[in-house]
């Protein structure tokens, strides 16, 4: 089977040991080779006992902020090798590790699609004799955001130096990390007390007009405006790519904003307003405070380009299912890969009239797993998008197609 589950739970009877704690004076320090997030552990593969899984992380649209990657894993319990009150301890040697905050990776064709903790076990006996055991499980958001930010502060730097310096203040370990290095510069800043973490780095996030998520790997990862925008290296879904089987395509205004109001931290509000759009849709407005930019120019820049890209209302693609069942080997690879807020093309040519084309950015990825056929569908859901202008670009090269970039 393609899809591959697997837990670390505990090496011998006394549990798992030498884990990574923050503050301690020993298993506190930083990239230590002795004590690790997950401490001492076995992989132990589950795989044979899956009945279903699902797996849910990103947003729900370009401008919503990401959300905690989350899987549910439902596995056979009728043998009750998941069931700690068991006492089946020799059927199934780790089942004092049916306990919240085990590390799990599910994995496709041997490279990783989720990866995270267990937040919860749900057993379910039913009287006909079947039971179930359904591990809820979360990435590495559900920690940082249970995070607040030091107040104290921070010096002049790039977005995403930002985002590593106070990753390291949460003592988030650098081996976790996937940090691009950021096209604008922030202002030195002092955050408020009790400034939840992830909140402040979806500040940087807007600032910088970038992406910030944990990753399938599990590394906290931060996208600057030239990797959301790459849409050169777009992956192609649909003809000339990875098959769909089925595509959504819709008009809905609920990311029309004919209005952009951004305000910088200490500083103005720049504002822009399309009134043909307010007279067509009605007036609808995008705000964003607290930029941290550390001067007006860019901030004006901004709110001009967030308003040529979401003033009008376009035909676009929502999402595009794919049945991983079938698709050959560079494909599963492929579609196992994707990430959040990658760019990307869709084409498909309907039974009649004209092909449809279109570059989108990943918002979400949802995995669907079954015994059933088919065994394993992938829904991704997208924002569609205008590919800024390239000098010489054979694609992106021509002049009143493709808009200035931010």
């Known amino acids: 089977m393609a899809v591959q589950v697997v837990f670390a739970f505990s090496q011998g009877a006394g549990g798992v040991t030498n884990f990574f704690a923050l503050d301690g004076a020993a298993s506190g320090v930083l990239d230590n080779t002795v004590y690790t997030l997950g401490g001492d552990f076995s992989l132990v593969d589950v795989t044979s006992e899956v009945r279903t899984l699902t797996i849910s992380r990103g947003r729900s649209a370009l401008l919503g902020e990401v959300q905690a990657g989350s899987a549910s894993i439902v596995l056979d319990n009728r043998a009750r090798l998941f069931d700690p009150l068991s006492g089946s301890g020799g059927a199934f040697p780790y089942v004092s590790d049916i306990v919240p905050r085990k590390n799990v990776q599910i994995l496709l064709d041997g490279q990783a699609i989720f990866s995270g903790l267990v937040d919860d076990w749900q057993i379910d006996y039913s009287v006909s004799g079947d039971s179930t055991t359904t591990a809820v499980c979360g990435d ?23 985002v590593g310096a106070v990753l390291t203040e949460a003592g988030w370990p650098t081996g976790k990390r996937d940090l691009d290095a950021g096209q604008v ?15 402040y780095i979806s500040t940087i996030k807007n600032t910088e007009f970038g992406a910030f998520y944990m990753d399938r790997q599990g590394l906290a990862t931060f996208e600057d405006r030239l990797s959301t925008q790459n849409f050169a290296a777009a992956a192609v879904l649909g003809t000339g790519g990875v098959p769909i089987s089925s595509i959504e395509i819709d008009s809905t205004t609920d990311q029309i904003f004919n209005t952009v109001a951004l305000t910088r931290k200490g500083g103005s509000t720049a504002t822009r307003t399309d009134s043909t759009s307010e007279s067509a849709f009605g007036k609808s407005e995008l705000s964003q405070t607290d930029l941290l930019f550390d001067d007006d120019t860019e901030l004006g820049d901004l709110a001009d380009f967030l308003l040529s890209r979401h003033k009008d209302v376009t035909y676009q693609i929502r999402s595009v299912s794919i049945v991983v069942d079938g698709l050959s080997d560079a494909q599963r690879v492929a579609v196992g890969s994707l990430e959040v807020a990658d760019p990307l093309r869709v084409a498909f040519s309907p039974s009649t009239g004209a092909a449809i084309s279109q570059f989108a950015t990943l918002d979400r990825i949802d995995h669907s797993f079954t015994r059933a056929e088919p065994n394993h569908v992938v829904t991704l859901s997208m924002s569609q998008a205008q590919p800024s202008f390239i000098l010489d670009s054979v694609l992106f090269g021509a002049l009143d197609a493709s808009i200035l970039g931010f």
Not at 147 to 160: C, F, I, L, Y
Not at 188 to 194: K, L, Q
């Open 185 to 199: 510069t922030l202002q030195a800043d002092t955050p408020a007390a009790d400034t939840n973490l992830l909140s």
């Open 140 to 162: 590495g958001f559900l920690t940082l955001g249970q995070t607040n930010v030091d107040a104290t502060a921070k010096t002049a730097q790039t977005s995403g130096a930002r």
